[in-house]
C-alpha cells in the first residue's frame, strides 16, 4: 500500500508570505491526488484535487502541482491571512482515500 | 443542500451501552464512508458504502456496526466499546468512489 509522507508537522509563516507544503508518497503514482483544509474539532474540507496529467492546479491563492517523476506533490498558500491557519491535509486514492499525517500552518500577523 | 450532518456532536457513553451515530446528506451522493480520528491523526478510514451496499470494512471489530438504510442516510452502531475507541467519528460522502468527499462535523466520542 501508499505510504504517505508530509515533509512537515508544523509550518509557522508571517502574514503576507507564501507557505509551501509538501506531499511525498512511494509506489505507484494515484491517478489523482487531493489536499484537504482541517480545523481542530471539525471534519476536513476538499480543497483541491490535481490528476495524473495535470502540472498544475489553482483556486484563488491555492496552488497545487504534482509530480510524477518526483512522487511529490507541493501545495502553496500564497499572501497568507491568519484565517488560513489550520491542518492541511493530502491525500491519495488507490481502493480508498488515505491521508498523509498532515502539516500544521499558523500564519503570524 | 451541500452539507453532510451528524448527530449527535458528543456522546458520552458506558462500556455495557448500546448507541448510535447518524449521518446524512442530500446531495445525491451514492457513496458514504465512516472515518475515525484520534487527536493530531489522520483520519482513518472505518466503512465505506457505495450504492447502498458495504464494499469496505478496514477489518473494524464487530463492536461497530454500520448500516445504511438508503441513499440518504448512513448509521453506526456501537455496542460494547472500549476506551481506546473514544474518539472523532467522521461521516463523508462523494459522488462516486473516487471523486472527492464530503465530510460532517464528526461526533465526539468519549467512552467511559
Known amino acids: 500500500s501508499q505510504k504517505i509522507e508530509q515533509n512537515s508537522e508544523a509550518l509557522n509563516i508571517q502574514e503576507g508570505k507564501t507557505a509551501t507544503l509538501t506531499c511525498n508518497y512511494t509506489n505507484y503514482s494515484p491517478a489523482y491526488l487531493q489536499w484537504y483544509r482541517q480545523d481542530p474539532g471539525r471534519g476536513p474540507v476538499f480543497l483541491l484535487l490535481?490528476?495524473?496529467?495535470?502540472k498544475e492546479k489553482r483556486k484563488e491563492r491555492l496552488k497545487v502541482t504534482f509530480d510524477t517523476t518526483l512522487k511529490q506533490s507541493l501545495f502553496h498558500i500564497t499572501a497568507s491571512q491568519p484565517a488560513d491557519s489550520a491542518t492541511y491535509l493530502c491525500?491519495?486514492?488507490?481502493?480508498?482515500?488515505?491521508f498523509g499525517a498532515g502539516t500544521t500552518v499558523t500564519v503570524r500577523a | 443542500d451541500t452539507e453532510v450532518t451528524q448527530t449527535p456532536k458528543h456522546l458520552v457513553m458506558g462500556m455495557t451501552n448500546k448507541k448510535s451515530l447518524k449521518c446524512e446528506q442530500h446531495m445525491g451522493h451514492r457513496a458514504m464512508y465512516w472515518y475515525k480520528q484520534k487527536a493530531k491523526k489522520p483520519p482513518e478510514l472505518m466503512f465505506v458504502y457505495s450504492y447502498e451496499k458495504l464494499s469496505i470494512n478496514e477489518s473494524v471489530p464487530s463492536r461497530f456496526s454500520p448500516e445504511c438504510p438508503n441513499s440518504s442516510l448512513l448509521n453506526l452502531h456501537l455496542h460494547a466499546l472500549q476506551p481506546e475507541d473514544s474518539a472523532l467519528y467522521l461521516c463523508?460522502?462523494?459522488?462516486?468512489?473516487?471523486?472527492?468527499?464530503?465530510f460532517g462535523p464528526g461526533t465526539r466520542l468519549t467512552v467511559t
Open positions: 490535481i490528476r495524473e496529467n495535470e
Open positions: 491525500a491519495l486514492y488507490d481502493y480508498k482515500l488515505s
Open positions: 463523508a460522502s462523494s459522488l462516486r468512489r473516487d471523486y472527492e468527499q464530503y
